[in-house]
């Protein structure tokens, strides 16, 4: 069996990379007290992941020495591409250091969908681009089942950052489409799902995957006038007087920077509150402007009818029904009421 017994996760400092460092490092017992590395540009607000008994690690993506001795001893990564401008040479930097050090696997966070944007203008999808470009470097240098990709849709709690304009407008705004099908998966539900994926590896004498791409999907997607019944629920809205709004990129993208300076999400969360816990909560440092690029891209291929993508993966990892969305808004009202 592998000396080796550390996990590392880059980009610690972005909301999935944070949520998942921090589901591992609670359920560390169960993984045999694997020792988890983690990586970010700047440790601030990231104080629980000491407090767990997690390294934490302040990276530069551009140093190799650097990266080489955070892969020391470190028998997977999880790689959370950067949202940044140089992202694909920080990963690329990531992948060659976990070579060298004769890293076992490599896990990749990516999107669904993002095989379509090949053939599409690579500036309309400069980030989605980006993201393929990983995908194919991951697979040359950690081929079959030394890697794996798991894309995912959207997030059910980016609909917290909806919640200003929704109360507004009285409708869920969204840069997609009225009549395109897509779909959002709770975080809890993804990082249960990596913790059992993980889990199932630890105590082997070698780290592989059973499947190379998983979609974690929820198990029927909606349009978005279906979604906003769920969200009017949440609201204590009337669903027939909640609408759903097309809005264009422009205004959208201009209402989700504003979100930066909206001190209602400045802060976590104490304790658990409905489904989420203090970690799944997204807050202001997490919205920068290349993550926001990220969400319109792939917002503008659910409304070419290119994300209506449902699997069973996001099931069989969990071992039971994921939550939909309906039940996400029902289960979390008290949250969303704290953003209206």
Known sequence: MSQKQMLCITN??????????????????????????????????LDDIERLGGELMQ???????????AMKEVRCVFLLPEHSFQRVQEAENVIKAAKHQSVEHMAM??????????QQDSQQFKNL??????????????SGSKHCITRIPLLNQLFYLM????????????????????????????????????????????????????RLTPSQNWKGEQIARGMAIALDKSPEQFKYKHISNQE??????????????????????????PYTMPISMYFHNEIIQELMEWCELA????????????????????????EYFKSNRDQFRRFR
Not at 59 to 69: E, T
Not at 109 to 118: L, N
Not at 255 to 274: A, V
Request: hydrophobic content about 30%; charged content about 35%; proline content about 2%.
């Open 12 to 45: 610690v400092d972005s909301l999935v990379g944070y949520a998942i460092a921090c589901r591992l490092l609670e359920g560390r017992k169960e993984l045999q007290n694997m020792q988890i590395r983690c990586l970010c540009r700047n440790k601030e607000k």
């Open 59 to 69: 990276v530069n993506y551009q140093d190799q020495n650097q990266l080489r001795q």
């Open 109 to 118: 966070k990516s999107w669904i969908g993002v095989e379509h944007v090949k």
């Open 129 to 142: 681009h980006e993201y393929l470009k990983i995908e194919e470097l991951v697979k040359q240098e950690f």
């Open 163 to 214: 919640t200003p304009m929704a109360e507004k407008e009285q409708a869920l705004c969204m840069p997609i489409k009225q009549e395109s099908k897509w779909g959002s998966i709770d975080l809890r539900d993804m990082i249960d799902g990596m913790f059992n994926l993980i889990r199932e590896q630890v105590g082997k004498q070698s780290f592989v995957s059973q499947k190379q791409l998983y």
């Open 252 to 277: 959208w993208q201009h209402y989700m920077r504003e979100r930066k300076d909206d001190q209602r999400f400045k802060d976590r969360p104490h304790g658990e509150q409905g489904t989420e816990k």
């Open 303 to 326: 409304s070419q009818d290119r994300v209506d993508v449902t699997t069973k993966d996001l099931k069989e990892i969990l071992q039971r029904e994921p939550r939909n969305v309906e």
